[in-house]
């Protein structure tokens, strides 16, 4: 038989890069420059990108948000023997079947109301002119005279079609742009309520196994205080609802029902919801006097700094074990600082930052 040899491999010369030179000094100024120019222009850089994205990046934190807030009404269902799956659906035909509700009760009254109060608003500048302190405040000022004035000028000439086309293109677009932007935080919601507890345990995963446990039961007991937050919210707003229901009653105002409706969709905006329901509620009111206009209007005043100061701190304070000077703090700073989200999101950001102060910093102060 034929041996066969192995051919002998070929050496391949390893090229001279020459000698090695001394390491950067890191304390040069230079390096020291320019790291710190790439530092800025990374963060610059990342800033821009987040500034050109933040509509979606505040979808998404409302979206992770009302996830949250939703999550201990699921684990409630999933106590019951229901799968998660199971959870999830029960609470999305929950909130259709309030949507359903809020629709059928509330937009044919909404509809009729302003159909009366436009055809009726010549005979209320009339009664509004035959009050002797307004028909004094009248004649100094002429504000009637002049609201009656455009009035028949908008009636007669046309302007009020005219202006009401070009009204309805620009809330068209806003309704549009609403909607769409709903539907995606209903969307992102859903997504984030399904898989809440995948997407934790992936972020838990990240931590270091040495602190995982202690980082696993904190951020659960944060998840569990948005939702603290997000229920306490609800029962505020049920009890603004309430009020303004017995509130319309005792004035006999009418659609008493759709009011109350409307003001627990906007109890479940912080601080600005309520500008808005003691709006609707003193229009409507004022389509059947002036005098009951005002004591609406002072009425709902009074409520709103009650719960302000006395019901909303109460309840935050049993539900997530935080004063209430600090509650009234925090939601005035999220508002000034980002707004309607700032206001949703600053209360529960406070209890997570009182949480993480009881059980790190102050253990760790302690003991050094």
Known sequence: MAILRKKSAKTIPTPDFGISGEPINRNHPFYFGFVAAAGAITALTMMRALASASQVFVLIIISLFFAMGLNPAVAAIQSKGLSRKQAVVAIIFGLLLFIAIFIVIVIPPLIKQVNSFISGAPQLVDSLRQNAGIAKFNDQFGLIDTLDNKLQEWIKNGKLATSAFGGVLGV?????????????????????IASLPSVTEMAYRLVPASRRERVTRLSDA????VGAFVGSQVIVAILAGIFV??????????????????????????????FLGISIVTIVALSQSP????????????????????????????????????????????????????????????????LILDEVVYPNAAKS
């Open 172 to 192: 068209g677009k806003t309704v549009i742009s609403g909607t769409l932007s709903a539907l995606t935080i209903i969307v992102l919601t859903l997504y984030f």
């Open 222 to 225: 944060i998840i569990k205080r």
């Open 245 to 274: 229901l017995v509130l319309a009653l005792i004035l006999t105002l009418p659609y008493s029902a759709a009011l109350a409706m409307i003001v627990l969709f906007c109890g479940l905006i912080p601080l600005v919801g309520h």
């Open 291 to 354: 005098k009951t206009a005002i004591i609406a209007f002072l009425s709902y005043v009074i409520y709103v700094q009650i719960e302000n100061y006395v019901i909303t701190p109460r309840i935050m304070k049993k539900s997530l074990a935080i004063p209430g000077l600090v509650t009234i703090v925090a939601a005035l700073l999220g508002t000034s600082l980002l707004g309607l989200v700032g206001g949703i999101l600053a209360v529960p950001i406070a209890a997570a930052i009182l």
